[in-house]
Each structure stands twice: as structure tokens, then as C-alpha cells.
């Protein structure tokens, strides 16, 4: 079957170029346990995250959607020793097991967890001294999308990457008429990115263990 060969790549692919990362195994076991849903990125989605990290040479990381932090360590790997990564999470059960994953993984001093809803926290990160972020990673509620693109652009400065996650979702992105909020949300996304002078930006369809999606890559024109 299709879907068995992506995974058993996927899971080659990991074990080949990135095996034995007991830190972040540990994570994704934490996690399980916790029972938070295991709609994290995955493992090469999470290294791919921390190479274009490391790539742009980026000093800070504002991240929308934590979960139990397992694409913020990735990213926060990523940071020289004065990096900063701000992750923004909506439940204060799934902020209280990424603190603690963090902690173990040894990079809870790079992180501030800000707790609340997204789009009550955002506009209070210029007050806490975060006034514009060299990356950007949108991964929440996909409804908020639109929302959170705005925000995005409000936090950059020229040359900012940002990265939006699961803008594919089985290719049902691709149905205009659904009625579903979060395909909405995706839609009307892309469609800003489409008219949005300031950002050059693409989307890659992937296949793997998380299934048939997809992320937008853009960055702030200088
Ligand atoms: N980036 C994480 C990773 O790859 O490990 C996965 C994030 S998960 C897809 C989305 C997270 O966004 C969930 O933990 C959810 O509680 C959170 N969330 C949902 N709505 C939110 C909101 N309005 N504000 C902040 N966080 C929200």
C-alpha cells in the first residue's frame, strides 16, 4: 500500500540520517503518555525545521502553536547561546508538558512558553521585548491562520522566514466549497500570501508518517 511505503521511507530516511536521538524519542514517548494527540511534526519535519534554522543563521524563533514542544526543540537546537525561541500555546496542559520536555532536552533557558489564546498573546510580545523574530513558525488553530499571517508580517523585519504548517490536509485544501473552518482558514491564508507584496513565498506537498500534507515557505522581502 501507498501510504505503508511513505512511512517505511520516512522511517529510513530518520533512522539513516538522524537515528538515535534518544532526547527527542524521550519527547514524543513524554507526549504519548501525557495522551496529547500526536499531531507534532515529524521527526524529518522537525530536522528540516532546525536546517532552515541553522541555515538563516536565525537568532529568533516566534512559534505559534507548542503542543509539548517538540518542533520548538528542534528549533531551539538550532539557537547560538543568546538565541531566543517565544512559543505560543492555547492550553495550559500541553504548556506545562512542553516545559517540561524542554527542561530535559536542555534548552528551557532559549524559551519563553506564553500561555492563552494566540491572538491575545501576540499583541502583547512587543511589551516583553519581542519586537520582530528572524523565523516564524504558524502551526495552531488553522482558522486563525489569516490572523496569524497578519501577525506575522507585524513581527518580521526584512528577510524573515516564515513556515506554515498542514496547508495540504489530504488535499482537501483544495476544495473551495468546504464548509470546514480550518480548510477555510488555509484557503484564505494562501490566498493573502497570493496578494501579499512583501512576502515571496511556495508551498511542498509531503507524503510520510503524518500522512499526505504540506507547508508554505515564504520570506519578508527586503
Ligand atoms: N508545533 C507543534 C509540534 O510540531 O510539535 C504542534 C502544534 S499542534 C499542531 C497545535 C497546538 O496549537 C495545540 O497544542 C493547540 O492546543 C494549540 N492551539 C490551538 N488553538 C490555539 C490558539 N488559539 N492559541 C494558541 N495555541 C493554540
Redesign the pocket.
Known amino acids: 500500500e501507498e501510504r505503508e511505503t511513505w512511512e517505511a521511507l520516512d522511517q529510513y530516511f530518520s533512522e539513516k540520517l538522524h537515528a538515535f536521538d534518544p532526547v527527542m524519542d524521550w519527547v514524543l514517548e513524554a507526549n504519548e503518555k501525557a495522551e496529547l494527540p500526536p ?3 515529524a521527526p524529518n519535519q ?1 530536522k528540516f525545521l532546525y536546517l532552515l534554522a541553522k541555515l538563516k543563521g536565525v537568532k529568533t524563533i516566534l ?10 526543540i528542534w528549533m531551539a537546537r538550532a539557537l547560538p547561546d543568546d538565541g531566543r525561541l517565544v512559543t ?4 495550559e496542559k ?1 504548556a506545562a508538558i512542553a516545559q517540561s520536555n524542554m527542561k530535559k532536552a536542555g534548552v528551557d533557558g532559549k524559551i519563553d512558553v506564553i500561555i ?4 491575545e498573546t501576540l499583541p502583547t510580545l512587543k511589551d516583553k521585548g519581542f519586537s520582530s523574530f528572524d523565523m516564524i ?1 504558524i ?3 488553522k482558522p ?1 491562520n489569516p490572523h496569524y499571517l497578519e501577525w506575522a508580517l507585524k513581527l518580521s523585519t526584512p528577510g524573515t522566514l516564515i513556515v506554515g ?1 498542514n496547508v495540504v490536509r489530504n488535499g482537501n485544501v483544495l476544495n473551495k466549497e468546504s464548509a470546514d473552518p480550518s480548510i477555510k482558514g488555509i484557503r484564505q491564508f494562501i490566498h493573502l500570501l497570493s496578494e501579499e507584496p512583501r512576502i515571496e513565498s511556495t508551498a511542498i506537498q509531503t507524503v510520510g508518517i503524518k500522512g499526505y500534507d504540506g507547508f508554505v515557505v515564504g520570506v519578508v522581502k527586503k
Open positions: 499531531i507534532d511534526v522537525g512559534e505559534i502553536g507548542t503542543l509539548g514542544g517538540y518542533s520548538s505560543l500555546e492555547f492550553s500541553h492563552g489564546p494566540a491572538l513558525f502551526d495552531a488553530d486563525n504548517d
